[in-house]
């Protein structure tokens, strides 16, 4: 028996009765990113793996544990990406990007990878779309930037999330914040968990992102990165919140969203959907004023989001929302005999460029098989063409919802199917 193989643990297939969901959602964020001018951009799947290094943070667990790293055959170091910011922050600067002087934006989408436990909503393939702003540190854009991730859940129809939003403050902010995180959690260090012992010297803030159930109960009462804001990062907080509430755009400010990335500042926040499960987040995203500069770029600052397209589709379903009308033919084509099917194709493929879903079975023969094959495909109408009709030069048409059948000619077939909505 010849072998057979399976997908790899982690990843998932999109298959043909799933796939226009996919395309709807994806089409929507394509509408929304447009209307507020961000313009596509497309970078490779792999960059050498020193960007993530680098750029994510050596502390994080993405870098730690979850990146998908290769050699090539010149053995150079690559990693499939884990995430979008960084290629995009790497393109933006190779590229000098600097396209306008007021900002630029920029949308993505596509696979990224993560080697981690796969769950209900996790996996090792999965599909973001992203947002980013170039080239201003006004609160104004963070909030155009969460506006535009709610103007798309909102745009499928999603009521059930929240957005909850933080400020990690600046590295001017951190120096004194970190020193009362090391002092806070450096007598339970015995109670807490490898990683955080690790990450204590590296990152402490990530100890509040610790998913660990004790970790996560000595977080808890962690001091708050919200007392001790500079003035500067405490102006800006309060003047992302009036202008989210300027904009009608309701949300918590939860101190403990630290995100998993090392370069973040100031504005961080997350759609969260509680109903998901222990995988609730359905987007999130921050400032990362330094990065630019850090690869090599001006000191141009920056802010974006990411969203995972398998979590948006799990929620649309858990709320019953549409995702568009599923894709079936409107004209089934049913041809009797050799003669029949000749004639038949030329005018199936007349249909079909007018952009006009039309199909048939060529191989089955019987015109019941053939109304079988109709029926299954949904098609509201089927053309019969059989010896008969040819020689009178007319087609069937009939309305598989009623069963009505009427003659049309086969001469103008086109303008005649044009009439019926
Ligand atoms: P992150 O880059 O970790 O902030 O993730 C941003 C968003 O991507 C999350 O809110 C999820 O919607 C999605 N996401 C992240 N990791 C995964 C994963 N392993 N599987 C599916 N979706 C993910």
């Known amino acids: 028996m010849a072998d057979r193989y399976k997908i790899p643990r982690g990843t998932f297939d999109i298959l043909p009765e799933e796939s226009y969901k996919w395309q709807y959602v994806k089409n929507v964020f394509h509408q929304i990113a447009q209307a507020y001018n961000y313009r596509e951009i497309v970078t490779p799947i792999f960059e050498v793996s020193q960007l993530f290094e680098r750029t994510v943070g050596d502390s994080s667990d993405i870098v730690q544990k979850e990146m998908y790293k290769f050699q090539d055959k010149k053995g150079r170091t690559f990693a499939l990406r884990p995430e979008g910011t960084a290629s995009v922050v790497r393109s933006y600067v190779e590229n000098n990007l600097h396209m306008n002087n007021y900002g630029d ?114 977080a808890a009462n962690a001091p708050s990165m919200l007392d001790y804001l500079d003035e500067e990062c405490q102006q800006d907080f309060d003047s992302l919140q009036k202008y989210l509430t300027d904009l009608e755009i309701p949300f918590t400010i939860n101190p403990r969203i630290v995100r998993g990335l090392d370069y973040y500042r100031k504005t961080a926040f997350e759609f969260i959907n509680n109903n998901l499960g222990a995988q609730n987040a359905l987007c999130g995203g921050g400032r990362y004023d330094g990065l630019v500069k850090q690869l090599g770029g001006k000191d141009v600052p920056a802010i974006g989001f990411a969203g995972g397209f398998e979590r948006l589709i799990l929620s649309m379903e858990n709320e019953g929302l549409s995702f568009g009308e599923i894709p079936k033919p409107k004209y089934f084509f049913v041809m009797l005999g050799n003669d029949a099917k000749e004639v038949g194709l030329p005018l199936l493929n007349k249909i079909r460029v007018q952009n006009i879903v039309a199909d048939a079975a060529p191989d089955k023969a019987s015109l019941k098989a053939q109304m079988k094959a109709a029926n299954k495909s949904g098609a509201p109408f089927t053309l019969i063409l059989g010896d008969e009709e040819l020689k009178k030069n007319i087609i069937f048409l009939k309305d598989m919802e009623t069963g009505d059948q009427k003659e049309i000619a086969l001469d103008n077939i086109l303008e005649q199917l044009d009439s019926i909505k």
Do not use: W
């Open 105 to 218: 934006r920029l949308f993505y989408m596509g696979p990224m990878f993560r080697y981690d436990r796969p769950q209900k909503g996790r996996y090792r393939q999965f599909y973001q779309y992203g947002v980013e702003y170039f080239g201003s540190q006004n609160a104004y854009v963070d909030a155009e930037v969460i506006a535009l991730a709610y103007q798309f859940l909102k745009t499928l129809g999603l009521n059930n999330f929240q957005l909850e939003i933080n400020s990690i403050g600046c590295p001017n902010c951190s120096k004194d914040y970190d020193k009362a995180l090391v002092d806070f959690f450096t007598p339970h260090l015995g109670e807490l968990c490898q990683d955080c012992n690790n990450r204590i010297k590296k990152n402490p803030k990530r100890l509040l992102d610790c998913k660990i159930p004790t970790c996560k109960a000595i």
